[in-house]
């Protein structure tokens, strides 16, 4: 998850994500138009970079025990639960043609899209702030500025396509 250095660029991002994840698809499905490649969708969960096997499961243990749990139980587990790193949903495009599979992960496309530094190759985004992109917020209006978010999205799903394999 990215790290915010103050709340305006929290809520610029916020403002940002959804017309961002929106432009996005849009790009891909007009990219999967004239491609051989076929596109489906994962609901994934994300865990913080670092999270043990032994953590994972024992996160999923707890949670399944909550869904069964009596309310004094319940709020044990809860307490638990808020100790512990837990993950948060992610949503991978996966594309394939012939015998290939490659998947990108689409907060990882928003991100690149929205923040001017950001990057899926940093090594610790937990610990990296990020910088929203001023070009897509109208300076007078603090509007999305759709042209250049969709410019943007768009020069990204290019960039991904083009680098798929002929």
């Given at each position: ?32 138009e004239t491609s ?34 009596s309310p004094e ?94």
């Amino acid at each position: 998850m990215p790290k915010f250095s103050n709340i305006t660029s929290w809520e610029q991002a916020e403002l940002l994500m959804q017309p961002a994840f929106i432009r996005i698809i849009d790009h891909i499905r007009k990219q999967l138009e004239t491609s051989s490649w076929r596109e489906s969708y994962q609901d994934v969960q994300i865990w913080p970079q670092g999270t043990s096997e032994e953590t994972k499961t024992r996160v999923l243990e707890l949670r399944e025990q909550l869904s069964t749990a009596s309310p004094e139980t319940a709020d044990e587990i809860r307490e638990l639960l808020t100790e512990l790193p837990n993950p948060y949903p992610g949503y991978l495009l996966c594309l394939r043609w012939q015998d290939q599979e490659f998947s990108f992960d689409l907060w990882d496309l928003c991100y690149q899209v929205c923040f001017s530094n950001y990057s899926p190759l940093i090594a610790d985004p937990a610990n990296w702030e990020v910088e929203i992109d001023q070009t897509l917020i109208e300076a007078d209006t603090g509007d999305v500025n759709w042209q250049q978010l969709d410019g943007k999205a768009g020069n990204l799903i290019a960039q991904i396509f083009a680098s798929l394999p002929k």
